[in-house]
Nanobody, 126 residues
Framework: QWHLVESGGGLVQPGGSLRLSCAASGFKLDTYAIGWFRQAPGKEREAIICISSSGASQKYVDSVKGRFTISRDNAKNTVYLQMNSLNSEDTAKYYC???????????????????WGQGTQVTVSS
């Protein structure tokens, strides 16, 4: 059975950093594009960043450019989201998802992704 499990969320002060992990079991991540989404209360789930099977990345939200970085460790079957300079607008539940092998050049919708994790909460507050 295929699973994606996110971890690394928590409470962080403004300006702080977190690294989220997305670990796969039951399948190999290396042939999939992995996207990170987030959903704040009362808002729709939105794609923020994606990494293709080749390692190329695509960012979809201007506010994360220069602050968020995505990477993958195929040996560990894990994708990471490094988040720096966090602010209150980053507060949301973060999800990883898998689809195809290449990230879309335009912002994808959640329905385009086939496999999802359960999410991990990130709260940025002093």
């Amino acid at each position: 059975q295929w699973h994606l499990v996110e971890s690394g969320g928590g409470l962080v002060q403004p300006g702080g950093s977190l690294r989220l992990s997305c670990a796969a079991s039951g399948f190999k991540l290396d042939t999939y594009a992995i996207g990170w989404f987030r959903q704040a209360p009362g808002k729709e789930r939105e794609a923020i960043i994606c990494i293709s099977s080749s390692g190329a990345s695509q960012k979809y939200v201007d506010s994360v450019k220069g602050r968020f970085t995505i990477s993958r460790d195929n040996a560990k079957n894990t994708v990471y989201l490094q988040m720096n300079s966090l602010n209150s607008e980053d507060t949301a539940k973060y999800y990883c998802a898998a689809q195809g092998y290449r990230c879309s050049e335009t912002k994808p919708t959640p329905i385009e992704f086939d496999y999802w994790g359960q999410g991990t909460q990130v709260t940025v507050s002093s």
